[in-house]
């Protein structure tokens, strides 16, 4: 059974700092993962998507890489800012998607 | 990006009652839709995996007489709370998967859930 986990559960930085959000998963027999945003009481907007062949993906101020040998998946957000502050899940997918708890981050002005 | 839509966007209801969320994809057709479930300050757990014309298939502990879904066509798939409790208020999430290629790498796209309330 597919576990995803995320680490740490909470951070709050000082806006514009570099941060890591982590995201583990013990079967390594994936098709992609998905970084998510969610922002209290709402949906999930989808950030990036990594295809089991790829090692990273970027989207303006976001990266996310993967290490399938070693089930880890890391999302750089450079240059935070307070918008960024949300919830952020990451998801892999096989026949269906597991989700992680999540990372709830705050960035203070 | 593809769209999905969700309705309604919240919903209160009395205990006892039964209560259908509506899930559509806009612009594509989907051929298999999911339902999630949300719990406060928890991760999204899935329910169902629905493919259109066909019965739905159920994760270990759903259970499908209380939680109805029908998927009749490829741009709607729906979710029916049936003799809706207490317990049974959370946050329901559906996302509809983009088929193409060899439908492997298919992205899913959510919808912007449903937030059920049950008195």
């Known amino acids: 059974k597919q576990e995803v986990t995320q680490i740490p559960a909470a951070l709050s930085v000082p806006e514009g700092e570099n941060l890591v959000l982590n995201c583990s998963f013990t079967d390594s027999a994936i098709y992609n993962l998905q970084w998510f945003r969610q922002d209290p009481g709402k949906g999930l907007t989808s950030l990036l998507l990594i295809q089991s062949s790829q090692r990273e993906q970027t989207s303006g101020r976001l990266n996310a890489s993967l290490d399938k040998s070693s089930g880890r998946s890391t999302l750089y957000i450079a240059a935070s800012q307070p918008g960024d502050s949300a919830t952020y899940l990451c998801a892999v997918r096989l026949s269906k998607s597991t989700f992680g708890d999540g990372t709830t981050l705050t960035v203070k002005p | 990006g593809a769209v999905v839509s969700q309705h309604p966007s919240r919903v209160i209801c009395k205990s006892g009652t039964s209560v259908k969320i509506e899930c559509r994809s806009l612009?594509?057709?989907?051929?298999?839709m999911f339902w999630y479930r949300q719990f406060p300050k928890k991760s999204l757990m899935l329910m169902a995996t629905s493919n259109e014309g066909s019965k739905a298939t159920y994760e270990q502990g759903v259970e499908k007489d209380k939680f109805l879904i029908n998927h009749a066509s490829l741009t709607l798939s729906t979710l029916t709370v049936t003799s809706a409790h207490p317990e049974d208020s959370s946050f329901y999430i559906c996302s509809a998967s983009v088929p193409g290629g060899s439908g492997k790498y298919n992205e899913q796209f959510f919808g912007p859930g449903t937030r059920l309330t049950v008195l």
């Open positions: 612009d594509f057709q989907a051929t298999t």
